[in-house]
């Protein structure tokens, strides 16, 4: 049984070393659209895989971050950097360069890492097994599970690459969101016992 959630956002970038000689040299925006697939092992007590409610949370806060913002590899010139930072309030800054294969992946990791830092109260048991970023209507890029694995896809991402600006920080109902996630993440790799830092509602027990 899978279900899919759909989400948007505007965002600009430049994609360094592409063919393309318009995308790897100029500022450009993109209307994304963001697809996320979950697998469920079994249903949960209401006879769902996962009650869209939860994606409203903080799924939800951290793809909004990147809305309206300019999202730029921290490979960028020094100068190009201090641009962006000093003429734009919303900008996102990552380790990697922001092709929207690279989205596809990082989106599916850190929507996997929210999901596991979720206390779920209903008996869910579910997973994200892909995730597509469009950025037009007639393409998209799309990872599978089995991606995150990878070495030669994943490189440079990661739970720590990718920084906020503070006006996006400001305006997360959760401002601590990623700050709490990778802490919980590397309490698990040091085998501590965390408890989750989100939880979703509890239901109503009608029945």
């Known amino acids: 049984m899978q279900i899919r959630r759909s989400f948007h956002f505007c965002a600009s970038h430049i994609v360094r070393n592409c063919t393309s000689r318009r995308c790897a040299t100029s500022i450009h925006g993109h ?3 963001v697809e996320i697939f979950l697998k469920a092992h079994k249903l949960d007590k209401a006879g769902m895989a996962l009650d869209f409610g939860i994606f409203k949370n903080e799924i939800a806060s951290f793809i909004d971050a990147f809305d309206h913002a300019h999202h730029f590899w921290d490979k960028e010139a020094e100068g190009f950097q201090s641009f962006i930072v000093s003429t734009c309030t ?3 800054k990552l380790s990697f360069n922001p092709s929207a294969e690279h989205y596809a992946l990082m989106f599916h990791l850190f929507i996997s890492a929210i999901l596991e830092a979720t206390e779920l109260h209903n008996g869910e048991a579910v997973e994200v097994v892909s995730v597509r970023v ?6 998209y890029a799309q990872s599978e599970i089995e991606d995150l694995k990878n070495p030669n896809l994943m490189g440079a991402i990661s739970l720590e690459g990718v920084a906020l600006s503070p006006a996006i920080l400001k305006d997360m109902p ?3 969101l990623l700050e709490q996630l990778l802490a ?3 309490a698990k790799e040091n085998g501590l016992d965390t408890p989750r830092p989100f939880k979703s509602p509890l239901p109503l027990a009608q029945i």
């Open 31 to 33: 209307n994304y659209q």
């Open 90 to 92: 919303r900008y996102v």
């Open 134 to 139: 469009h950025e037009t209507s007639y393409g």
């Open 174 to 176: 959760n401002p601590k």
């Open 184 to 186: 919980y993440h590397k």
